[in-house]
């Protein structure tokens, strides 16, 4: 099982959605990294939500799992679905996706659909 990521735009009167053009992947198994870069809950906490509300949390994390890759690596999968390396390939393309979509239509406008 896993998760899927996608960003989106809210439509007129916010009924509406125009997803970006980002589609992420990342499995159940490393939800135990994830917490520990993230908090409690991890990405599921921001779902539906304004990347303005967490982006400062999203970056924090990222930038430690890149420095402190021994502190995650003690959390991947035994069974090999789900590494560090993939883990953080897939937080770096998220983070990425959200600093290029929010340079055009700001962070209070870029959304995250984490389901």
Not at 61 to 74: E, H, T
């Amino acid at each position: 099982m896993s998760y899927d990521i996608e960003l989106y735009r809210k439509g007129l009167r916010n009924k509406q959605r125009a997803y970006y053009n980002y589609e992420g992947n990342i499995t159940y198994n490393v939800c135990k990294m994830l917490e520990v870069a993230f908090g409690e809950s991890h990405l599921k906490k921001w779902n539906d939500l304004s990347c303005d509300k967490f982006y400062k949390d999203l970056e924090k994390g990222y930038f430690d799992m890149i420095k402190n890759p021994k502190k995650y690596k003690q959390y991947d999968s035994p069974n090999g679905w789900g590494t560090y390396e993939t883990t953080l390939y897939s937080i770096e393309k998220l983070y990425k996706a959200i600093k290029e979509y929010a340079e055009i239509d700001g962070l209070e406008n870029v959304f995250l659909d984490f389901t």
